[in-house]
């Protein structure tokens, strides 16, 4: 009865969240057509089923200009999400013959024609990943329409953006922000401070600098982008929603988790009530709001949304046999492992990897984390039967122990393919999603060796003979420890703050167990003991850096 009341309550709010939250939003921002973003979400291991990179088409009205947007995947921490929502347009954009000056001359449209190729080109050389080539393309644009339009015209200014989504996504901050800025500037010399397409450009700016964690400047960009779109679209506007969620996360992070949550209600609202509540973006936003209300303890919000997503998914695509189904299943299986409702969560997991084994190859890292999942899920249940029957307790722990082998299995496998990159290979989307995919079985392989590692403690506790698990247990943790050194020379793998802290945890469980059980002579338990304080202040550090 009071998970239905606070089920009521809570879609209530998401159906009737007032515009902005109760303080002065009227002077919040600006908007536009134009922005770029892209989502993932890494955290329990659940995965994106559309990872590909976008680019989205704005079109100047009144002026015959195309802005390109590239959408990156940039790298943000688990819980922070972007998405794109810009809508293609159609004709409009089509550039005709020759257009007057205002000395009267004409300019011939050779330049035109090669600003378009060289657009064209740039975007289909970043679609396949190959950067370099793009960046020549978007480059010669900018000079064509320096040379063919002159230094202050929009179509300057669309080249500008183009190669500053470009750098972002190269990272290459310092030569993106000033292009940013140059394509705002000439925007609001030709159309003013409050034309749409300055709020599309200043959206850009503040997707730009979100990445990069400046989220006060991050937030003036989107709260100035914000008050242009609502003028200008309107409060019921998908593109209007699109900032409203961006400025939510930037709120969050700042920490106002009562206006965030406010502004993406109110986001999710926009999206429901124009007809797109099965959307991916309307999906990906509760999918963030879950996450923040897990984060706060709030277990029982959390579940509402996850359940929904659930069920909007298992309608709108094909039951079972989409991925999205068992991605969104086993997103709702782990927050009800995390409240104890171990054995619904038992059910949901082991129907994912049923549907995985049919979806996915039988070595795909999926079917490892999925079997990670369903067996730290089954040590938890040994715990809770080890009192009523220890041999129980014992088979539940079995079960977990082929799971984890298999989950090392595969994870290892996948680590070992995905790390030994082509020689001489150019820096790519390809590459960037080949360094996404080692991190993700690095992750798998530490996590579930250190928690073979722990399953075999736990049988120490339960069997009076512990000789023979402590061995398992010290070669299983060692192991762990040997892999974070093997890939070591990996940076991208050894420096993530995410591997760190599983090794971390793998150092402390060994040196548990060489103090508590073991005989270990003290030199090598102080060697330990240095490692882990060792960790400990890079984590520190790496911390204190990031904020």
């Known amino acids: 009865m009071l998970f239905r009341q606070a089920a009521a309550n809570l879609f209530k709010r998401l159906r009737n969240s007032a515009p902005f939250p109760t303080k002065n939003w009227s002077s919040m921002l600006n908007a536009g057509e134009l922005r770029f973003s892209g989502q993932r979400n890494f955290g329990g291991h659940t995965w994106s089923s559309n990872c590909r990179q976008a680019f989205q088409w704005v079109f100047l009205p009144g002026q015959t200009v195309i802005i390109l947007g590239i959408s990156s995947v940039p790298a943000l921490a688990e819980d922070v999400s972007v998405e794109s929502s810009s809508k293609n347009a159609t004709t409009e954009a089509e550039i005709t013959g020759l257009r007057e000056i205002e000395d009267g001359s004409v300019i011939s449209n050779v330049h035109t024609s090669k600003w378009r190729v060289f657009t064209d080109n740039g975007r289909d050389y970043f679609i396949q990943g190959k950067l370099e080539q793009a960046e020549r393309f978007f480059l010669s644009a900018i000079q064509e329409a320096k040379e063919g339009f002159g230094e202050r015209d929009p179509h300057v200014a669309a080249a500008c953006n183009n190669l500053a989504e470009l750098y972002r996504v190269k990272k290459a901050f310092d030569k993106a922000e000033p292009l940013y800025v140059e394509a705002i500037d000439i925007l609001e010399e030709c159309f003013g401070r409050d034309d749409i397409r300055v709020g599309a450009a200043l959206h850009n700016l503040g997707q730009f600098y979100l990445v990069q964690r400046k989220l006060e400047k991050a937030r003036v960009c989107y709260e100035r982008s914000l008050k242009i779109k609502r003028r200008v679209l309107g ?291 102080e060697e330990m003991n240095e490692e882990i304080q060792r960790i400990e202040v890079e984590i520190s550090r790496n911390r204190r850096r990031e904020h």
């Not at 019921?236 to 988790?257: F, M, R």
């Not at 996404?436 to 690095?442: L, Q, R, S």
């Not at 703050?497 to 060489?514: F, I, T």
């Open 235 to 525: 409060e019921a506007h998908p593109d209007y929603a699109d900032t409203i969620y961006h400025l939510g996360t930037v709120l969050y992070l700042q920490g106002k988790e009562k206006d965030s949550e406010d502004l993406i209600l109110d986001s999710i609202r926009i999206l429901e009530d124009g007809g797109q509540g099965e959307s991916i973006l309307c999906i990906r936003r509760l999918q963030y709001l879950a996450q923040i209300y897990t984060k706060a303890n709030r277990f029982t919000d959390a579940e509402i949304l996850l359940r929904k997503i659930l069920h909007i998914v298992e309608l709108s695509k094909q039951g079972w046999k989409s991925l999205d189904t068992v991605v969104a299943a086993e997103r709702l299986a782990l927050s009800l492992q995390s409240v104890g409702q171990l054995r619904e969560a038992a059910v949901l997991l082991q129907r994912c990897l049923d549907a995985r084994k049919v979806l996915l190859p039988e070595e795909h890292i999926q079917n490892a984390a999925n079997m990670l999942h369903i067996a730290r899920l089954k040590v938890l249940n040994s715990s809770q039967l080890r009192k009523m029957n220890s041999s129980q307790a014992m088979n539940e722990l079995d079960l977990a122990k082929d799971l984890l082998g298999n989950s090392i299995r595969i994870a290892r496998k996948v680590l070992i393919r995905r790390v030994k990159p082509k020689e001489n290979e150019e820096f790519t989307i390809v590459s960037k999603k080949a360094e996404k995919d080692g991190h993700v079985a690095m992750m798998i392989l530490l996590q579930s060796l250190n928690a073979l590692g722990m399953l075999e403690m736990t049988k120490m506790e339960i069997q009076e003979s512990r000789e023979e698990h402590q061995f398992e247990a010290d070669a299983a943790l060692r192991q762990c420890i040997s892999v974070y050194k093997e890939f070591g020379s990996v940076k991208y793998l050894s420096d993530h703050p995410e591997v760190k802290a599983e090794y971390l945890s793998c150092l402390r469980h060994l040196s548990n167990l060489m103090s508590s059980y073991m005989k270990t002579n003290r030199s090598s338990l």
